[in-house]
């Protein structure tokens, strides 16, 4: 992966988050959608698909690659 990008907006949710609920609360957090966006990479690895960069937002976390998906919706 060539870069990790962080949006405002994920940044503020982020601080939100530990300021309303404490450090407790928020590592847990961090450390769940670490490990989720961790899976994904570890996916992709696996099938060899390249990935360009990984972008945390507001709306959660973007992988972006360098090759077009195919999706599995049927």
């Keep these: ?3 990790i990008r962080y949006g405002l907006g994920g940044i503020l949710l982020f ?3 530990m300021i309303c609920n404490g450090i407790k609360p928020f590592a ?3 450390s769940a959608a670490l490990l989720h966006e961790m899976g ?3 996916a992709a690895k696996i099938q060899k698909i390249k990935l ?3 972008k945390f ?3 959660g ?3 972006e690659t360098d090759e077009r ?4 919706k049927g």
């Excluded at 998906?69 to 599995?72: A, D, T």
């Design 1 to 3: 992966m060539r870069k």
């Design 52 to 54: 360009k960069e990984m």
């Design 69 to 72: 998906l195919i999706s599995n």
């Design 28 to 30: 847990i957090y961090a």
């Design 57 to 59: 937002g507001i709306f």
């Design 40 to 42: 994904h990479i570890l």
């Design 61 to 63: 976390a973007k992988i």
């Design 15 to 17: 601080l939100a988050v």
